[in-house]
């Protein structure tokens, strides 16, 4: 089996998907479902994938900015 019979892009989105999930696993409150309730365990998994978000939408603004003439 060589490479000509990955599915590239079912290869990267795998590998995107591993890695959210391995970043999300960074918060423990997170990981081990430690809220009791539905709501505050949701809050907590917006909040955090926000954290992993900004940064990433802080970078892109930058770069646009930088590229406009």
Known sequence: M???DI???MYKYRHLVEN???RIEQYKGIATR?????RS???????AFT?????IWA?????TK???V
């Open 66 to 68: 930088n590229n406009r």
């Open 41 to 47: 365990y949701h809050s907590m998994l917006v909040l």
């Open 7 to 9: 599915d590239w892009y």
């Open 51 to 55: 954290m992993m978000w900004l940064p």
């Open 20 to 22: 959210v999930f391995g």
């Open 34 to 38: 430690y809220e009791k309730l539905e």
């Open 2 to 4: 060589g490479n000509e």
């Open 59 to 63: 970078s892109d603004i930058r770069t």
